[in-house]
Structures are given as structure tokens and as C-alpha cells.
């Protein structure tokens, strides 16, 4: 069965440079929603969005924004970028009636 | 406010052994509890879930997990333990997707497997 897709898997840039990370859901799935995890935190929710518009906010900086497109996909897109951004990063997807959420292998970003 | 504690940082168990890994959560209504592992630098699996109906609910991997109101607990269980399921478990709480739907983590619990 398909999974959600992140793209790149492993990403590494400079303090103050601009990243972006790609989430592609599973088919048919019209919920996207992203997570920050931490060197050994749990994962904290940044940001999530259902049929292209933002249905809610979390501990996401004012740095960050993020989209999601006309095909399901979402985008994170980070910017002045700081060492404490380092983390792992996971994108989830879920559909129609169905409350459960399936995550991507993540985006492990590296601020150096 | 959703949250969950996991009280056991670090557990380990001998190969074969019984295991049982404790969440209690805070939520105002009927929770939606998700258990998922992790394994080092791995994304997220879902082991398991329980929105409503039978209190004991059976996931991927020969676990199992039962949710009781009156504790507010959701732990997972397994009866038998292999190698391969050493990794970092962590304990979910969503609400209804009418409600957002975002998951409230624990801080995880590693399990570690001696031969």
C-alpha cells in the first residue's frame, strides 16, 4: 500500500539559510499535518492543514509557514534557520472519516 | 488541554519475558489513543488505536492494549517479547477530526531486549 512520501530524507544547511521540506500524503488522503521531533523529545505539532486551507496551529515558529496544494501535498518551508532547528521532521496524512494518522519516514534536518 | 504521560523512560526486558508499557492521559471527553514505535532514526508506526467499543484492543506485532476509563490508562502489552521489538514506543492522544485531530505525544518509553 502507498505511504505518505517526505522528501529530502536527510537535509543539511547553514544557520540563517532557507530549507524546504516536501510531504506527499496517501492517495486519497486530504489531511496533512506536520511535527517536529527533537533529539530525544517526542514529537511536537507544528501545523495542519484539510483540503488546502489551515485547520490548525501549534508550536510552529514565525519562521516557518507552510501550503498545501491543489494536489494534497504540503510544503514546510523554513527560513532564517537556527541551530535548534535541528530535528527530525514528520509529516502525517489522514482521510476522509478515518481519525487515524499515518506518518511519513521523515525529513532529518541538520543546522550547522 | 490533551496530554500524556509515559513514566517509564527506559525499560528493559529479557527476550522471551513479558512486557507492559504504561500511558495515562488528561482529556475532557472519550480520547482517541494511538500507540506508535519507533526504531533509531526510523519514522513512526501505528502498533494500535482505540476510538470506541471493546476496551481491549489487538495491534501489528502480537501486541495488545487496554484502555480504562476509571485510570485514564491506555497500556500496551505484549506477552512475549523478541529482540525486534527493541525500540522507542510512544503513547498518542487525538481528538475528534472535527476538533483538529492532532496527536499529543508522551515523551516515549525505550524498550531494550537482553538475550
Known amino acids: 500500500a502507498a505511504g505518505v512520501i517526505q522528501s529530502p530524507r536527510h537535509l543539511i544547511k547553514e544557520k540563517r539559510e532557507t530549507a524546504t521540506l516536501k510531504c506527499y500524503p496517501i492517495?486519497?488522503?486530504?489531511?496533512v499535518y506536520w511535527y517536529q521531533q527533537g533529539p530525544g523529545q517526542d514529537p511536537q505539532f507544528l501545523i495542519s492543514?484539510?483540503?488546502?486551507?489551515?485547520?490548525d496551529k501549534g508550536s510552529i515558529p514565525d519562521r516557518f509557514s507552510a501550503q498545501q496544494f491543489s494536489d494534497y501535498h504540503s510544503e514546510l518551508n523554513m527560513s532564517s534557520l537556527e541551530l535548534g532547528d535541528s530535528a527530525l521532521y514528520f509529516c502525517?496524512?489522514?482521510?476522509?472519516?478515518?481519525?487515524?494518522?499515518?506518518f511519513g519516514p521523515g525529513t532529518r534536518l541538520t543546522v550547522l | 488541554a490533551q496530554s500524556v504521560t509515559q513514566p517509564d523512560i527506559h525499560i528493559t526486558v529479557s527476550e522471551g519475558a513479558s512486557l507492559e508499557l504504561r500511558c495515562n492521559y488528561s482529556?475532557?471527553?472519550?480520547?482517541?489513543l494511538f500507540w506508535y514505535v519507533q526504531s533509531p532514526g526510523q519514522g513512526l508506526q501505528l502498533l494500535l488505536k482505540?476510538?470506541?467499543?471493546?476496551?481491549l484492543v489487538q495491534g501489528i506485532k502480537g501486541f495488545e492494549a487496554e484502555f480504562k476509563r476509571s485510570q485514564s490508562s491506555f497500556n500496551l502489552r505484549k506477552p512475549s517479547v523478541h529482540w525486534s521489538d527493541a525500540a522507542e514506543y510512544f503513547c498518542?492522544?487525538?481528538?475528534?477530526?472535527?476538533?483538529?485531530?492532532?496527536?499529543?505525544f508522551g515523551a516515549g518509553t525505550i524498550l531494550r531486549v537482553k538475550s
Open positions: 502525517a496524512s489522514r482521510g476522509g472519516a478515518a481519525d487515524t494518522q499515518y
Open positions: 492517495p486519497r488522503h486530504d489531511t
Open positions: 492543514f484539510y483540503e488546502k486551507m489551515q485547520s
Open positions: 482529556y475532557g471527553a472519550t480520547p482517541y
Open positions: 482505540y476510538f470506541s467499543g471493546d476496551t
Open positions: 498518542a492522544v487525538g481528538a475528534p477530526k472535527e476538533y483538529g485531530n492532532k496527536l499529543v
